[in-house]
């Protein structure tokens, strides 16, 4: 099944928490919280303006996003748990190709 969401709404997977610490602490299912961060699976086509104007989404398919704990609304789509979230309510894109190039500088 696809789905398409409507306005400025973004449907996103849950990215699952890591499970050990960087110390090698294993860290149970029951203490750890929801993951706030997701991939985005599908956009819809923007918010529109008061005067009717369409204002594209900032964020695109296979982006990876961190939003708010109260934020997205929780459905099963076939089988699988995803967020349906107001693009407002995402707080950032995470970039990973950044995070790499910081530690490529660190280690010259």
Same mark, same amino acid.
């Given at each position: 099944? $696809? +789905?398409?969401? @409507?306005?400025?709404?973004?449907?996103?997977? &849950?990215?699952?928490?890591?499970?050990? $610490?960087? =110390? =090698?602490?294993? +860290?149970?299912?029951?203490? $750890?919280?929801? #993951?706030?961060?997701?991939?985005? +699976?599908?956009?819809?086509? =923007?918010? &529109?303006?008061?005067?009717?104007?369409?204002? #594209? #989404?900032?964020? %695109?398919?296979?982006?990876? /996003? @961190?939003? =708010?704990?109260? !934020?997205?609304?929780?459905?099963? @789509?076939?089988?699988?748990?995803? @967020? /349906?979230? %107001?693009?407002?309510?995402?707080?950032? +894109?995470?970039?990973?190709? /950044?995070?790499?190039?910081?530690?490529?500088?660190? !280690? !010259?």
């Amino acid at each position: 099944m $696809t +789905i398409r969401p @409507l306005s400025d709404r973004v449907v996103v997977r &849950r990215l699952a928490n890591e499970t050990t $610490t960087r =110390g =090698g602490i294993v +860290i149970p299912d029951s203490a $750890t919280e929801k #993951p706030n961060q997701g991939e985005v +699976i599908a956009v819809g086509p =923007g918010a &529109r303006l008061d005067n009717g104007e369409l204002v #594209p #989404p900032a964020v %695109k398919v296979g982006d990876r /996003v @961190l939003f =708010g704990k109260y !934020a997205p609304n929780e459905l099963k @789509l076939d089988g699988e748990e995803v @967020l /349906v979230i %107001k693009e407002s309510d995402i707080l950032a +894109i995470i970039d990973t190709a /950044v995070k790499t190039t910081k530690k490529l500088e660190k !280690a !010259a």
